[in-house]
């Protein structure tokens, strides 16, 4: 890609004195989890004895903290280190190479990314072309990685990548597994993502041209990469309806403020019948969120279940676009101000598209009508 550089990674050189860390957009989210492991956020996340369970309402309050506080960039980058690639790491890690860096994720002194999304579509996930060959090295115990992953969170700030790969060709279910990758492993080159928005989240390209690495750097039983991912996945979609409730929340009620103190006609606008009625649907949508996240978390934290994640993931799509058109239609210019709310409308669009698009989630809602109907039986 013409307008791609590449870049020196973090990391500790082997000797000599420490490099200080590079100032990259996405950095503020290695202090973020530092802060949160120092000040005990993530024993309350995970308990005295990880197993790869996130605690709900601890997830929901730390990525509430985080929205109110930094770039919604650095939110991003939270949620998939606390709530997906954390955990599944926790789950996986057996082998030396894999607890160093689980003990380092825990202590707040590693961040990590999860690539899963391919160059080819992302919604396809079963057609990937990221490739893991297991038969590699003399010893038969090196595995070589090969292959694309766009638009991955924290690629250009994390340590390691969790990179979903095929050791089999085919479609099936069992063919994937997931690959712990140093980023600054030879024949990895990392990109920026070519987008002014979503500062904080480190989002890049990795380009994985044959990556030699030992064998104890796969995670989990060959053949389980797309399980664990939909394990995974499911707290990813309530991690990312709780940070969108808290994206609703703040953006009604800095709606509501500025209403308050526009006058038209010698009224403050906030008394017009018609905004009124707007910003009342905008608190039901939000309200109704709420309440699915609250009756579902449970089931889905703990069950994983997938289809209370994909109603849930539908629905938090839908409601930001609504909630995030409103507002920003009622904030009138001063909404186009430098970080101002069509900033974070066009960056809340990814709640329809990262992590499953709306379109996909519903799909799986469809596939299983029956039982979402019969949960609304009295
Ligand atoms: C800011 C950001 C951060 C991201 N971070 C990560 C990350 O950390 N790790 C990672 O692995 N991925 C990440 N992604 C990628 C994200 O998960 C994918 O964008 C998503 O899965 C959709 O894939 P795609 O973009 O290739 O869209 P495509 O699959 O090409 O789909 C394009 C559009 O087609 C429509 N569509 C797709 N399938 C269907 C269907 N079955 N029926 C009807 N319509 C359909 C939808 O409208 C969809 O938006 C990130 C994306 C963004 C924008």
Not at 77 to 91: F, K, M, W, Y
Not at 94 to 120: I, K, N, Y
Not at 207 to 222: I, M
């Amino acid at each position: 890609m013409p307008d791609a550089q590449t870049r020196p990674l973090p990391g500790p050189p082997a000797s000599g004195p420490p490099v200080p860390a590079p100032a990259v957009p996405g950095a503020d989210a290695r202090q973020a989890v530092a802060e949160l492991a120092g000040a005990g956020a993530l024993t309350e996340l995970y308990g005295p004895r990880p197993t790869g369970r996130v605690d709900p309402r601890t997830l929901r309050r730390l990525l509430a903290d985080a929205a109110a506080r930094g770039p919604q960039g650095t939110v991003l980058a939270l949620l998939v280190q606390l709530a997906t690639a954390l955990p599944l790491l926790t789950e996986t890690a057996q082998a030396p190479t894999a607890t160093a860096v689980r003990d380092a994720a825990l202590g707040g002194r590693a961040l990590l990314a999860l690539a899963a999304t391919d160059e080819q579509a992302g919604s396809d996930l079963t057609a990937l072309t990221t490739t893991v060959d297991l038969d590699g090295g003399p010893d038969g115990d090196q595995v070589t990685v090969n292959g694309t992953k766009r638009w991955v969170t924290s690629a250009l700030t994390a340590d390691h990548a969790l990179v979903l790969a095929r050791h089999r060709p085919g479609r099936h279910f069992t063919n994937f597994t997931w690959v712990l990758v140093p980023l600054t492993a030879p024949g990895v080159t990392v990109r920026p993502a070519a987008t002014e928005l979503f500062e904080g989240s480190g989002v890049g390209h990795l380009e994985l041209s044959g990556v030699v690495l030992s064998r104890d750097h796969l995670l989990g039983r060959t053949g389980r990469g797309l399980a664990l991912f939909a394990r995974h996945m499911a707290v990813e979609r309530l991690a990312s309806a709780a940070w969108a409730i808290e994206l609703c929340r703040g953006a009604i009620a800095d709606t509501d403020r500025r209403l308050r103190a526009r006058q038209v006609d010698d009224t403050p606008l906030r008394e017009s019948a018609s905004v009124r009625q707007r910003l009342a649907d905008c608190a039901v949508q939000v309200s109704s969120l709420h309440a699915l996240w609250t009756a579902s978390c449970d089931r889905i934290a703990d069950g994983h279940d997938a289809t209370a994640a994909a109603v849930l993931k539908a629905a938090s799509g839908t409601t930001v676009e609504r909630v995030m058109t409103t507002c920003a239609q009622l904030q009138g210019a001063d909404g186009f101000g430098t970080g101002g709310i069509q900033q974070l409308r066009a960056e809340s669009a990814v709640f329809a598209i990262g992590g499953g698009a709306t379109e996909v989630v519903l799909d799986t809602v469809a596939g299983r009508l029956d039982l979402v109907l019969n949960e609304l039986t009295p």
